[in-house]
């Protein structure tokens, strides 16, 4: 059916991504409504603060992860 209910999958994914910290694979959630974004996120097993950086415009999916924390 082509309705405009939106479904789950359409503006949030679920992406599995390594910690830089300590390489274990974690699960985020990307709104793919914001064409770029970086944020960080703390790792759910060594809690350690990684940023998170995405660029999804024309579809490119760039998705890139880092433990620096600011690079200014
Ligand atoms: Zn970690």
Known sequence: MDS???SF???LKEKDIECP???EII???IDQT???QEYTEDCSVC???MII???LDDEFNQL???NETDPF
């Open 4 to 6: 405009q209910s939106e």
């Open 9 to 11: 999958d359409g503006y």
């Open 21 to 23: 910290n300590c390489g």
């Open 27 to 29: 699960s985020i959630i």
């Open 34 to 36: 914001i064409k770029i």
């Open 47 to 49: 809690c350690q603060a």
């Open 53 to 55: 950086r995405v660029n």
């Open 64 to 66: 890139s992860i880092s």
